[in-house]
């Protein structure tokens, strides 16, 4: 509808027209308000991303994210006990926090139709490991929040129900210590004491050649001491956020929350 249209469509639906310099006016106020509105229109799209749905590069599709429930795992190759085993996994960390799992996919039991199997993330190096554990053996609640990084872009985003709550920029990998891509999850999270890492910290499952994490290795989700680097490709592996940005993901990022590293 063209500005006029617009225009006269607003004075038709007066009831009662004034007539004179009143109502010179009551059309500048017309022309005005009509105005106003179709400027508007383009400020309220503009928010838009806060609440979007995420595009197939952002989604995240898992059965669930918990802690063991044995003191040992043995993870296995294929959903079978006979099946070789990849590796063992304690139900504590050597720091004695409780040991986060992701689980991607189920199997169930034919006879009772129940979970039997869960194939899981596996930590460490190579990225992209995946076993299978006994269903019996972890503790699941379903996901229903992730965090995406998009190292190309340098930007982040963090979905909550399948809707975008909050994005801003990030510092990635410089070149030859690229941040790796792939679906991570949450292992930890606590208050750096040191200044590099920022107000606060998350430790994911991914690892990098060399990281700003303490021992390297580990890429971390953290804060910064150096904001004005934020939006650059500078770090050794690790994500770096504005402080203001990991402080408020503190609060709404649990352990065992997916972190979706993509290349775009």
């Known amino acids: 509808m063209q500005l006029l249209e617009v225009c006269e469509t607003l004075e038709r639906g007066m009831v009662d027209p004034q007539k004179g310099h009143y109502a010179v006016s009551m059309k500048t106020l017309v022309l005005l308000a009509a105005v106003i509105g179709l400027v508007a229109v383009p400020a309220a799209g503009a ?35 006979t099946a070789s085993v990849v590796t063992t996994m304690k139900q504590f960390r050597p720091d004695f926090r409780p040991r986060a799992v992701l689980a991607l996919e189920q199997r169930r039991d034919p006879v009772t139709g129940k979970p039997a199997w869960l194939r899981i993330t596996i930590p460490g190096r190579p990225n992209g490991r995946t076993g299978w554990i006994p269903a ?23 979905y909550v129900n399948g809707k975008v709550v909050r994005a801003g ?13 792939g679906l991570f999850y949450v292992q930890a999270k606590f208050d750096p004491s040191w200044e590099v890492l920022g107000a606060y910290a998350f430790e994911t499952s991914g690892y990098s050649k060399l990281s700003d994490w303490p021992g390297g290795g580990v890429v971390g989700v953290h804060g910064t001491n150096t904001p004005e680097l934020i939006g650059q490709a500078v770090s050794h592996g690790c994500v770096r956020l504005l402080n203001k940005d990991i402080q408020y993901l503190r609060s709404v990022v649990p352990v065992g929350t997916p972190v979706k590293i993509v290349a775009a």
């Open 47 to 81: 928010g838009a991303e806060a609440g979007s749905r995420p595009s197939a590069l952002a989604a995240v599709d898992v059965v669930g994210s918990g802690s063991l429930a044995w003191p040992s795992v043995a993870v296995r190759s294929q959903p079978s006990r």
């Open 136 to 158: 019996a053996s972890a503790t699941l609640k379903p996901v229903d929040r992730w965090l995406v990084i998009y190292r190309g872009a340098r930007t982040f985003e963090f």
């Open 169 to 181: 920029k990030v510092a990635v990998g410089r070149k030859g210590m690229e941040t790796p891509t």
